[in-house]
């Protein structure tokens, strides 16, 4: 028995610190790794914001939030494609992935609220400008239009979180629950992520190094931690309130579901429909979660072609 007691007293700790010694093997980001980013940094309150600013200066202005897991690079063929159509197209990686900061601070919509606001001013992007959020990001931009209504001309929401939970049993358990949760997550995330991408691997994305850049983020320190952050901050309470305040301000909403979503599923649609009358629903039917990457073109031409309908139909 006291042979069975110390092996015990021996493995929990060793068991404890797996995951902080996970973490240390993973690269920490640096001027090094900064070095190979495209793009610009911004030097914000938080730490720094990595950015590309591309499409004509004169252009209206769009600014896309990218998701819970993956950076901006998911938008890179959609902001080639907005810019073709004359849009000026701001995509940022959010603090804890990508290329910017992993500052350790609970991961809310309105911290991101915050960088957003903060990279608009140190930009010097004053006007109202289109708030494009896929997945998480849309909580994100829903929130800081709802806070900060004169700087949003239009919402666009992809796929959008905040409106069902869309957590799992075992997900939300470990959001829930800080110190086991956190150990558990660390634990198991990782390689469920891995696992997860590869199989979502999708031949018609129109950004071909996604995966890669993707799976990348496992590697480097602070991710996983910010994920989980994001999960406790975002994902856990659905945003009716917010949503009614921006219908009440007369926003225009266009929502776009892929038909075969598992992580989002477009059941959504009839729930934000209630909470927002005057939405713009669209559906793309052969599309899954990865929609602004293997969609660009389509997601594009709804964007436009809806905003065509606006001004002059």
């Given at each position: 028995?006291?042979?069975?007691?110390?092996?015990?007293?021996?493995?929990?700790?060793?068991?404890?610190?797996?995951?902080?010694?996970?973490?240390?093997?993973?690269?920490?980001?640096?001027?090094?790794?900064?070095?190979?980013?495209?793009?610009?940094?911004?030097?914000?309150?938080?730490?720094?914001?990595?950015?590309?600013?591309?499409?004509?200066?004169?252009?209206?202005?769009?600014?896309?939030?990218?998701?819970?897991?993956?950076?901006?690079?998911?938008?890179?063929?959609?902001?080639?494609?907005?810019?073709?159509?004359?849009?000026?197209?701001?995509?940022?990686?959010?603090?804890?992935?990508?290329?910017?900061?992993?500052?350790?601070?609970?991961?809310?919509?309105?911290?991101?609220?915050?960088?957003?606001?903060?990279?608009?001013?140190?930009?010097?992007?004053?006007?109202?400008?289109?708030?494009?959020?896929?997945?998480?990001?849309?909580?994100?931009?829903?929130?800081?239009?709802?806070?900060?209504?004169?700087?949003?001309?239009?919402?666009?929401?992809?796929?959008?979180?905040?409106?069902?939970?869309?957590?799992?049993?075992?997900?939300?358990?470990?959001?829930?629950?800080?110190?086991?949760?956190?150990?558990?997550?660390?634990?198991?995330?990782?390689?469920?992520?891995?696992?997860?991408?590869?199989?979502?691997?999708?031949?018609?994305?129109?950004?071909?190094?996604?995966?890669?850049?993707?799976?990348?983020?496992?590697?480097?320190?602070?991710?996983?931690?910010?994920?989980?952050?994001?999960?406790?901050?975002?994902?856990?309470?659905?945003?009716?309130?917010?949503?009614?305040?921006?219908?009440?301000?007369?926003?225009?909403?266009?929502?776009?579901?892929?038909?075969?979503?598992?992580?989002?599923?477009?059941?959504?649609?009839?729930?934000?429909?209630?909470w927002n009358p005057s939405v713009e629903?669209?559906?793309?039917?052969?599309?899954?979660?990865?929609?602004?990457?293997?969609?660009?073109?389509?997601?594009?031409?709804?964007?436009?072609?809806?905003?065509?309908?606006?001004?002059?139909?």
């Open positions: 028995m006291s042979y069975v007691l110390g092996a015990v007293a021996v493995a929990l700790p060793l068991l404890a610190a797996l995951p902080g010694i996970g973490e240390l093997r993973r690269r920490k980001l640096d001027s090094t790794r900064r070095a190979e980013a495209p793009g610009r940094f911004a030097r914000l309150s938080q730490g720094e914001t990595h950015y590309c600013l591309t499409g004509p200066e004169d252009g209206e202005l769009v600014v896309c939030i990218h998701g819970l897991t993956a950076p901006s690079v998911v938008f890179k063929a959609l902001a080639r494609h907005l810019a073709a159509q004359g849009k000026r197209v701001l995509i940022y990686d959010l603090y804890g992935r990508g290329y910017s900061d992993r500052p350790r601070a609970l991961q809310t919509p309105g911290f991101f609220t915050r960088q957003l606001h903060e990279l608009l001013s140190a930009l010097e992007l004053r006007g109202p400008v289109t708030l494009l959020g896929y997945s998480l990001g849309a909580t994100v931009a829903v929130q800081f239009a709802a806070e900060m209504p004169e700087r949003v001309s239009r919402l666009v929401l992809l796929a959008p979180a905040g409106i069902e939970s869309e957590l799992s049993p075992i997900v939300d358990w470990t959001a829930q629950h800080r110190g086991v949760g956190d150990w558990l997550f660390h634990m198991v995330f990782p390689k469920a992520h891995r696992q997860n991408v590869i199989e979502s691997s999708d031949a018609r994305s129109e950004v071909p190094e996604v995966d890669r850049i993707h799976l990348a983020e496992l590697e480097r320190r602070g991710y996983v931690r910010s994920v989980l952050s994001s999960l406790r901050g975002c994902l856990q309470e659905p945003q009716e309130a917010q949503h009614r305040r921006v219908a009440g301000l007369g926003i225009p909403v266009l929502a776009i579901w892929g038909g075969q979503d598992r992580m989002v599923r477009s059941d959504g649609m009839e729930q934000l429909q209630s629903l669209r559906l793309i039917e052969d599309a899954w979660h990865g929609v602004p990457h293997t969609h660009a073109s389509e997601v594009a031409r709804i964007i436009c072609g809806d905003e065509t309908r606006r001004e002059f139909g």
